[in-house]
């Protein structure tokens, strides 16, 4: 780890699993360094692309929705690039200046969390209060509902970034947003996801300004498992400098 202080994302996975690569239990496997960097590259891109697609599209999709909460977000990202020295060179470090654009890709994953069912298997025996749950027994935690839960948001329904922005943010429980899990065994591309929508968000927005049509809706596909699933969204694009182009 070369002194490296961990954040459990992806690169820590990748090297836990790296420093067993000489143990007897992946030996016996036939787990190589291949193998983990084929399984965790493969596995790890694939998720990303439906995950960080999804918040895209649903981010712009209820910002045209809200064009106050649109002009409030573009006002943010224009005096963000008007700080930049240059707009080829902003860092990952500096989306920190983004706070309200972070509130509206966490508000929209709390809608829309695109993994609807993540799963655990209980690795021993636990009990709490009532609840017992016996050693291999599959918890999955459904997490549309989960985010619609009023005691957590009110109004869940309602498109609300600044849930999570200044005092409101601080006064949710900690397990009260559950789009990436918890604990050591979160989503390890949770940053990855974020990062990069924030990033590409802040192009987008910059450049071009979203509204709906008479044909915008979103309709889910029923029957899906694991990620959300949705047909076309339909939504006008006008570029900011007044070039108007029309986009499925």
Request: proline content about 5%.
């Amino acid at each position: 780890m070369d002194g490296r202080t961990k954040v459990n994302d992806l690169a820590d996975k990748l090297n836990e699993m790296l420093e067993l690569v000489n143990t007897r239990e992946y030996r016996r496997l036939g787990i190589t360094e291949n193998t983990i960097l084929a399984q965790a590259v493969g596995g790890f891109f694939l998720a990303a692309y439906d995950s960080i697609i999804t918040g895209i599209v649903m981010v712009l999709y209820y910002l045209a929705r809200h064009p106050q909460i649109q002009e409030r977000v573009q006002s943010e990202v224009d005096s963000f690039f008007q700080n930049q020295q240059s707009d080829a060179e902003v860092s990952l470090e500096s989306l920190s200046q983004l706070p309200f654009l972070g509130a509206c890709i966490t508000e929209t994953l709390r809608l829309v969390p695109p993994f609807i069912r993540p799963e655990r298997i209980c690795t021993k025996d636990w009990a709490h209060e009532n609840l017992r749950l016996k050693k291999g027994t599959i918890v999955m935690l459904p997490a549309w509902a989960y985010h619609r839960n009023i005691e957590l948001f009110p109004s869940p329904d309602e498109f609300l970034p600044d849930r999570f922005m200044g005092d409101e943010k601080r006064a949710l429980d900690n397990y009260a947003f559950s789009t990436f899990g918890f604990g050591p065994r979160n989503c390890p591309g949770a940053r990855f996801a974020n990062e990069t929508m924030k990033m590409s968000l802040a192009y987008i927005l910059k450049e071009f300004q979203f509204r709906t049509r008479e044909n915008t809706q979103v309709k889910y596909k029923p029957g899906v498992l694991f990620l959300v699933m949705y047909e076309p969204i339909y939504l006008d694009i006008h570029s900011r400098k007044r070039k108007v182009a029309k986009l499925k």
